[in-house]
C-alpha cells in the first residue's frame, strides 16, 4: 500500500520559516519525480516546487516561490522535504506532496500551512 505522508506544517508569523517533510512507503521512492502543490481556500491546486527522480539534479519551482523555498530529497530515507524561508500571508494553503511516475501518481493527505500574524 503506497503511503505518503506529510508532516512540518503550523502557524507561523511573516517572514518565518517552516520545513516540510513527505515521507514516501510503499513505492521505490527515488524513481519517482517528487512535487509538492499547495491549495489555497477557494482556489486551484497549484504547483509550488518539483524535483526529479534519482539523485534530484534538476528542481523546479513556481515563480512566486523561487527564491525563497528549496526542495530537496533524501532517498535514503524514502523523504521529500519543503524549507519554506521568508513565508508570507499568501503562502497560507493546504500544501500536498505528490509521487510522480511513469505509470502511477500518489497523492498526500495534505499539511495546513498558515502564515499570520
Known amino acids: 500500500q503506497v503511503q505518503l505522508v506529510e508532516s512540518g506544517g503550523g502557524l507561523v508569523q511573516p517572514g518565518g520559516s517552516l520545513r516540510l517533510s513527505c515521507a514516501a512507503s510503499?513505492?521505490?521512492?527515488?524513481?519517482?519525480?517528487m512535487r509538492w502543490y499547495r491549495q489555497a481556500a477557494g482556489k486551484e491546486r497549484e504547483l509550488v516546487a518539483g524535483?526529479?527522480?534519482?539523485?534530484?539534479?534538476?528542481?523546479n519551482y513556481a515563480g512566486s516561490v523561487k527564491g525563497r523555498f528549496t526542495i530537496s530529497r533524501d532517498n535514503a530515507k524514502n523523504t521529500v522535504y519543503l524549507q519554506m524561508n521568508s513565508l508570507k500571508p499568501e503562502d497560507t494553503a493546504v500544501y500536498y506532496c505528490n509521487a510522480a511516475g511513469l505509470r502511477s501518481n500518489y497523492w498526500g493527505q495534505g499539511t495546513q500551512v498558515t502564515v499570520s500574524s
Open positions: 510503499g513505492i521505490t521512492f527515488s524513481t519517482y519525480a
Open positions: 524535483i526529479t527522480r534519482g539523485a534530484g539534479s534538476s528542481t
